[in-house]
Nanobody, 116 residues
Framework: QVQLVESGGGLVQAGGSLRLSCAAS????????MGWYRQAPGKQRELVAT???????NYADSVKGRFTISRDNAKNTVYLQMNSLKPEDTAVYYC??????????WGQGTQVTVSS
């Protein structure tokens, strides 16, 4: 099993920045890719960004050019740098680990609130 612990959420004004962190522990060698998803009130959970074990990245169109996903393999940690934040970025952000078995692990979520 893999445990994912997120941190770094909070309240920020529009145009500001936040960095989310997700630390993985447990059977980390089972992880193929990691990523961030978000869920706003009344909406479905959606993909924000992913990064594979080889470092390939993928972003939702809505965050391209503003968000950057990265990973520190030595720390088993994935980051999401969020710049130029908009009120529509307000959501609970979840860390995800996709396993080679195609199963998924999820963190508990961290709230990001962007005020206008």
């Amino acid at each position: 099993q893999v445990q994912l612990v997120e941190s770094g959420g909070g309240l920020v004004q529009a145009g500001g920045s936040l960095r989310l962190s997700c630390a993985a522990s447990g059977n980390i060698f089972s992880i193929n890719a990691m990523g961030w998803y978000r869920q706003a009130p009344g909406k479905q959970r959606e993909l924000v960004a992913t990064i594979t074990s080889r470092g390939s990245t993928n972003y939702a169109d809505s965050v391209k050019g503003r968000f950057t996903i990265s990973r520190d393999n030595a720390k088993n940690t994935v980051y999401l740098q969020m710049n130029s934040l908009k009120p529509e970025d307000t959501a609970v952000y979840y860390c995800n680990a996709q396993h080679y078995s195609r199963q998924n692990s999820w963190g508990q979520g961290t709230q990001v609130t962007v005020s206008s």
